[in-house]
């Protein structure tokens, strides 16, 4: 199959950059012939056929700061499709599989040539994620800053809008943002499942041998905003009293400063070890029973993947996109459900033994959610969005 991948921003990088190049090595390990196009490569590239970075003409890289997002997207979008009009027959790809806010342009190009288009939806529909989070900000007092990309921008939804209608389908990561979709009255026949992947060669398990001693190791990874929902983590800890029994609850992500404001009465709680930012998360998510992720919004949060590696059960809401059987490998809650949470942390850590079957469920299963995994199914996704689009001959 020949896919042309489009990213508008630095592949590679953290976020939704090492998503997409993780995508690109998965396909290309199962045989795509794949053309990378992307603002610029960050990263190795393994096994991609060519590399065209949109943000370097002539080998000089444009300065995103003095272009902004905006400007840089659009231009991206207009380089690909531009090089879609242009390019002979026999050398069109099979597949565009183009991401958000730089793929206008693009979609309408391919499929003026009869190329089937799949657009990533890396997040919940942009509509219901704008209105989860204004109201979560607005609860906890906390505002919701201009440069977030949840901040409300009705340019910037309208855009992501004619995206969702002219793509052929949209690539939903998880249930939760199938559902969002559904609600906001797009076609079920538009949204086709895949889903991400961990790093096999970084996250790996920790030896499980025994009972775990002590109470629970309780970890939260990510940006430590609303919209991850660690206050309802906190909360939860406070009613459980699991902290003042001997549980641990770390926190290693950087906090909004509104938002630590709001958060503040709860971090010194018993047990809670606000950590920062750090570079070691595989080591402590080894060294954790459980990765809690109340989310209200989500796509399918990279984290959970890499914590099921490590060994770690999920405490996770069902709005963080995670891949999980609840009571087998982890405990699903409903988004600010704090009693259920609350439970959860009590019934774990007053029950060693099942932290271990369940982190041990956890770990088992997870060595069928790799990024190769997950470019196999990738590849099943374009070719079931080629056979329902049917494109004209070419």
Known sequence: M??????????????????????????????????????????????????????????FRLPMKLMGLDRWRRWHDGVVAKALRKAPANLLPDVVHAWPLGALETIRAAQARGVAVVLERPNAHTAFAYSVVEAESRKLGVPVSEDNPHHADPARLAREEAEYDAADALLCPSDFVRQTFVDQGVSE??????????????????????????????????????????????EAWAKSGVGEDG???????????????????????????DAG????????????????????????????????????????????????????DGLLHRPGDVAALAEHYRRLHDDP??????????????????WSAAGARLLEA?????????????
């Open 2 to 59: 020949r896919v042309w991948y489009s990213f508008p921003l630095r592949i590679g990088r953290s976020g939704i950059g090492e998503t997409a190049i993780q995508q690109v090595r998965g396909i290309a390990e199962h045989g795509a012939t794949v053309t990378l196009w992307c603002g610029s490569l960050e990263a190795e590239a393994a096994g991609v056929a060519r590399v065209v970075e949109t943000n370097r003409p002539a080998g």
């Open 189 to 234: 026949a538009k949204l086709v499942r895949h889903r991400y992947g961990y790093d096999a060669a970084r996250f790996k398990p920790a030896e499980l041998n025994g009972h775990e001693p002590g109470g629970l190791r309780a970890l939260f990874a990510g940006r430590c905003e609303p919209r991850k929902g660690l206050h309802y983590a906190l």
């Open 247 to 273: 549980g641990t609850l770390t926190l290693c992500g950087v906090f909004e400063p509104a938002f630590r404001e709001a958060c503040a009465k709860w971090l010194e709680l018993p047990g809670v070890d």
């Open 277 to 328: 930012f750090v570079t070691d998360i595989e080591t402590r998510m080894r060294n954790s029973d459980a990765l809690v992720l109340p989310s209200i919004e989500e796509g399918s949060a990279l984290v959970t993947y890499e914590a099921r590696a490590c060994g770690c059960l999920l405490l996770v809401s069902d709005a963080a996109g995670a891949v999980v059987a609840d009571g087998a």
């Open 353 to 370: 033994a099942l932290r271990r079957r369940m982190r041990a469920a956890s770990a088992a299963v997870a060595a069928d959610l790799t």
């Open 382 to 394: 374009y070719a079931e969005t080629i056979d329902r689009a049917r494109p004209v001959a070419r």
